[in-house]
């Protein structure tokens, strides 16, 4: 019995009910895509938030903007704004937090050529991917009410910062310093995060953080990839990522970040739509539904 239920649907013959998902995460990267560079202060930053709240709009139960003002080296007052949808859980255990950040990086840093190093990147994969996943996923909740609340965030700034500098993630880092003002009783019980997801040949391993803080939530989920026939999580070590789950491990909320750093356009030109695949974002938000059921 145990068995059958965790089968995948597409092992046991039933029709796969998140099989639809596929081109709404593939139709939501390509209108990120489309908006073009989509970095705090930009254009396509305007719109990349108005298609977020077009989506809360028509899909969370409610949702807020949080708007605020960061003091940084290279531009002094930076407006960001994080976004929060929420989804009423039909049980009354504390939420669970789901994020991605939205904003894309202003340079190509990673370029070798000085020419292109200073121009802004579509972030196909970096700020689009993780992006795609929570809009889908704001689809899939309001279809199928949650039984933990959940909360979908999408950051702002986490690709601000100059290399060598603190000035990243800061959407996050203030989401969470606004989170520490509120009862603890109030806060997320788990935090997972997801980062560039969407390359073509996915493969999530373990990150270290999110290992050596919140041993037995990471399990939880790379067991539910493993249940669920998912080949792109390997259950193994990697890399060390700085990220936007670090502002909840220090707050002691269990937090993971799934993320494939081997992806050798990163911060460069290069990171565009041609690179992603719409399997590999099903692919992650197959094991991030089944974990909210899960936790
Ligand atoms: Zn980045």
Not at 3 to 18: K, T
Not at 219 to 234: C, I, R, S
Not at 258 to 270: A, G, K, P, R, V
């Amino acid at each position: 019995m145990l068995m059958m239920a965790i089968l995948p649907a597409r092992l046991s013959g039933e029709p796969d009910p998140l099989q639809k998902y596929r081109s709404i995460l593939w139709d939501h990267l390509v209108a990120l895509c489309d908006i073009g560079p989509r970095y705090p202060g930009s254009d396509g930053h305007v719109k990349t938030r108005a298609y977020i709240r077009q989506v809360a709009e028509r899909h969370a139960d409610s949702w807020k903007e949080q708007a605020f003002v960061a003091r940084v080296g290279y531009a002094d007052e930076l407006p960001l704004y994080n976004y929060e949808l929420t989804f009423n859980g039909t049980g009354d255990k504390p939420p669970i937090l789901l994020g991605a950040h939205y904003d894309t990086r202003p340079f190509a840093d990673e370029e070798t050529d000085p020419q292109k190093e200073g121009q802004p990147i579509i972030g196909a994969n970096d700020g689009g991917s993780g992006t795609a996943v929570l809009l889908a996923l704001a689809e899939y909740f309001d279809e199928n009410p949650p039984e933990r609340t959940v909360k979908l965030v999408f950051f702002d700034g986490e690709d601000w910062g100059r290399k060598g500098s603190d000035e990243y993630f800061l959407g996050a880092t203030y989401y969470a310093e606004q989170l520490k003002k509120e009862d603890p009783s109030t806060w997320p019980a788990r935090a997972l995060v997801v980062d560039m997801v969407g390359q073509k040949d996915l493969k999530i391993f373990k990150e270290q953080y999110s290992f050596r803080s919140s041993p037995s939530f990471i399990e939880t989920v790379f067991d539910t990839a493993e249940d669920l026939g998912v080949k792109e999580f390997v259950p193994m070590l990697r890399y060390s990522v700085r990220d936007d789950h670090l502002p909840f491990i220090h707050m002691k909320i269990p937090s993971v970040l799934l993320i494939d750093f081997d992806y050798s356009y990163w911060h460069t030109l290069e990171d565009t739509l041609d690179k992603c695949s719409a399997d590999s974002m099903l692919a992650v938000l197959r094991v991030v539904v089944e974990t909210v059921r899960r936790v």
